[in-house]
């Protein structure tokens, strides 16, 4: 219930979110550290980033299958630098059944190891290549600051782990799914991203190559929004993961793995959300558009209620989520808070006036108050309400865009670096060395968020060290 | 690959089983004690089941959700009944981030207790009664005897947690939900199924009533394909879920859980399938129809691959799950023992003299060799198709039930009932005592499986004790 107003952005935007977070009704604390509960009005939203997301893989050939949850102790010791990784934040099963186990369980934390296993079982010739599976379903890594859906310690994802055999192939499909998250952050999420290489040092443990999408949130913080790993033959050697080829040589596949979590909601909120609560974008809106009928008396109610009946079953048969709010108890202004807290795109009022009229008010989300407010025929509204969605959408896209653009700065040198990264991102000449990357990192708290795959033409000089320098990066703070 | 036959059902129907679901790449047994990998094919077959029941769900007023997969050990103290149950069977994780936990997590059996945990701090009023949450995931009961699906230590369900104001809405979403696992089964899986009210002996840890749906199995035995259950106000008094109702007085809610698990799949499998491998309802089949087409050479290839992909685009425009099989590999015999091993519903051939007669063979997977195979015309192919898919359908259903009611018994005494019980069910009066229904599982290894609600008219004297009894049940061996 949205009695209580949030504090804004400006006053406290860490507590904005959690409040938004908790009144909205997306998510809970659990009685467990560090762990949420995704209610069903998150959960509703997460079925429709999955459900974008799952058609996609399925059309570009993948398939979905599920590993254990519980995977043992000794297989992340297999691969060096993944094990480096993982191990401070293992939770570990030592007991089963009643008894201690000889070997003990880890909750995955991620599940290339136990995956790669399989697959050196299922792999034997050229002919089972490639291999594409997703797992959907949950995680659990040990974090000590938690917040909900940006970090907390089990969340919510799909990880596809792919083998291939051969190394360009491999390369292909990482490339293949960061093409497919953005697209998913800009049609669906109206979220834009760039796409780009990580640096050595914020790479995925074990991998050759991560690549990233990174998006601005309203504090012009970054948030890497999804990833996707190219890991050579390193877990296909950990693992023996071998083929054999049409000259019947054996050899180790190339293999792959990406992720885009429940974090990707914590994303839609500080992108689009305002300080009377979450925006949600039309497209995964759990609810498109929510009818709030107006009357005070029987007579009143029975006329308005009808002709909302019918405009209910008129926008769902067109296929709109749409949500009859039809609550006595409480006030239509009250009715009108709680939807902006829980950010449906659309507002439709039915009173008597407008019976009189034939009209209806639709009032946006995107615009409160009188800018958002427009008064329009009853006929053929369905048409008029999926054309407004549409346009919600683009618009939330196009401001989105605009206030990330106007927030990444050229800075001549270091200090105007300092300076600058105290409220927007940088992109700026790097020499792609550790010390130059330190360096940033200690002076001014930004990280590098990624090399983007879009660059400028022509060379320049690290803003560190003044290196000639062939690519630029992003600098910026990070969630 | 399905290059080895299986042992026959007569011959060792576990080993027939066990082999079938490994060949048919259902699921592979994975690296850690008792817990299985779904593979593609399998989980392909799972979320065909699982988006039948989720529409269901959803139809009926439930909404999704997500809760923690590790629930403080505590949680399980608080209802003596549950926590009896369920002790011997936990995985604990001790250790997090590198140190002891203060207080033991359990790996998550099932989630009364932390829903009901969660649901005492959502419910205040009678305004936020019922809540109806699903969730979709998995849990872990560390059993010492598994088999693929049947019985694994982790296993993916659904579990269903309703809270509500009165006894009778709860009782009544029991039997709701009961109805829509018996409808799914009988229309989805083609598998009949009785109603009825579990033991005492038999119910589940916690419940003051637990429902279930029984099916017979091909070798007679009982497999149990969900259950529902009423707690009363058991987990409401222990978790104080409490709501106040309209004239202001603090009340315990009534609550409910229900599941159907990865283990129907099993019961798909025992139902249908035959000694060539599984067989699949066309309604759930992940692939409906399979096309082998063939052709020696070039010629014949170019010719017969034209009309092969324009059938297969006509079948897919049509909705039919329908796969290409073009492998070059293997011959057309290896093919068809392959989708006959993989229990594809319906196979098309065509070959240069299927072309000749513009017609194409259709082989039906539930009657192996000449009796199921037709030579159709290719005009109006897909009508013809999905005509035979629901043909399939109907035959898988009316064969099982005819299987089922003639193993049904009705012995006239304890002998007879030790001697029907060897190869079929028993339906018998029963006092209801525990004593009775001991001495049966003492005699003849079988359980009650439930006292269904649709009974016959009048009554009847105990099968054991010989006292009038009210009702009827079914004593069966059961897995």
């Excluded at 949850?69 to 630098?81: D, Q």
């Excluded at 136990?114 to 299922?122: C, E, F, L």
């Excluded at 993961?241 to 914590?266: H, M, P, V």
Aim: net charge negative; hydrophobic share 40%; with cysteine.
């Amino acid at each position: 219930m949205a009695e209580e107003k949030l504090p804004t952005r400006a006053e406290n935007y860490a507590e904005w979110y959690n409040q938004l977070v908790l009144k909205s009704e997306l998510a809970d604390y659990a009685p467990v550290r560090g762990c949420m509960v995704v209610r069903p009005y998150g959960w509703a939203l997460w079925e429709n980033i999955t459900a974008c997301l799952d058609k996609e893989f399925k059309a570009t050939g993948h398939v979905n299958a599920a590993f254990p949850t519980l995977i043992p102790m000794s297989f992340f010791e297999k691969e060096k630098e993944h094990v480096e990784g993982f191990s401070p934040e293992l939770a570990v099963v030592t007991h089963g059944g009643g008894e201690k186990l000889e070997e003990p369980l880890v909750v995955r934390p991620t599940s290339e190891t136990i995956i790669g296993y399989m697959y050196s079982k299922w792999v034997k010739s050229w002919r089972d290549l490639p291999i594409l599976i997703v797992q959907w379903g949950s995680v659990l890594r040990w974090e000590l600051r938690t917040k909900l859906f940006l970090r907390t310690a089990e969340f919510y994802w799909h990880e596809g782990h792919t083998a291939h055999s051969t190394a360009a192939e491999a390369k292909e499909e990482m490339y293949r799914i960061l093409d497919i998250y953005e697209k998913f952050c800009r049609e669906e999420a109206a979220i834009p991203v760039f796409k780009g290489t990580k640096s050595d040092t914020e790479r995925f443990a074990g991998a050759q190559v991560t690549t990233s999408i990174e998006a601005m949130m309203w504090d012009k913080r970054a948030l890497q929004s999804g990833t996707s790993h190219y890991f050579g033959q390193n877990f296909a050697k950990a693992f023996e993961i071998q083929y054999l080829d049409k000259s019947n040589n054996l050899q180790f596949c190339e293999t792959t793995s990406w992720a885009i979590s429940s974090r990707i909601i914590g994303a839609i909120i500080m992108v689009h959300s305002d300080d009377q609560g979450l925006v949600l974008p039309p497209r995964i809106a759990p609810i498109q558009t929510v009818i709030v009928p107006i009357f005070r008396s029987d007579a009143e109610k029975s006329a308005v209620m009808e002709a909302a009946d019918r405009i209910f079953l008129e926008l769902k048969a067109a296929g709109i989520r749409v949500k009859m709010d039809d609550r006595e108890e409480v006030t239509p202004g009250f009715k009108y808070n709680d939807w902006e807290m829980r950010g449906v795109p659309l507002r439709l009022e039915i009173g008597p006036k407008d019976l009189e009229k034939n009209s209806v008010a639709l009032a946006r989300r995107d615009k409160p108050g009188r800018e958002g407010k427009i008064f329009v025929p009853q006929a053929n509204l369905a048409a008029t309400v999926a054309d407004l969605l549409v346009e919600i959408q683009n618009s939330l896209l196009a401001k989105a865009t605009a206030f990330r653009d106007s927030n990444i700065h050229d800075p001549k040198d270091m200090a105007e670096l300092a300076n600058v990264i105290q409220d927007g991102w940088a992109f700026s000449y790097w020499c792609e060395s550790r010390e130059c990357e330190a360096k940033v990192k200690e002076e001014t708290k930004a990280t590098t968020r990624n090399i983007p795959f879009d660059q400028p033409e022509g060379e320049g000089n690290c803003i560190v060290c003044g290196k000639p320098s062939k690519r630029k990066v992003f600098f910026a703070k990070a969630y």
